[in-house]
């Protein structure tokens, strides 16, 4: 899977839906993260980044490469995705 924002790899993180011992066990989906969300790595993935999404580091109000976050970092989703039984990518942390 990859980040709709940054199109990095996403990292698995966990399994969801009815697992505690006292349900089902179905699984409903997985979930993961994107790295990215706290920060790139290299200053060559920031401006890949950049010029993907055609914003500045003016635009993001940022002084240098570190501070840049991929936008998957932004509001309810803070760099969190999961997935349905169909396998599609959701935005967020399932309920």
């Avoid at 890949?48 to 580091?57: I, R």
């Amino acid at each position: 899977m990859e980040c709709i924002y940054c199109e990095h790899e996403l990292t698995h993180q966990d399994t969801w839906g009815f697992l505690a011992a006292h349900q089902s066990g179905e699984v409903k989906g997985q979930i993961y993260s994107c790295l990215n969300a706290d920060g790139f790595d290299t200053e060559e993935d920031v401006i890949e980044y950049l010029g993907k999404t055609e914003q500045t580091m003016e635009e993001l109000e940022c002084d240098t490469w570190e501070d840049v976050k991929c936008d998957s970092s932004m509001h309810h989703v803070s760099g969190s995705f999961y997935t349905d039984k169909q396998d599609n990518l959701h935005e967020g942390y399932p309920c």
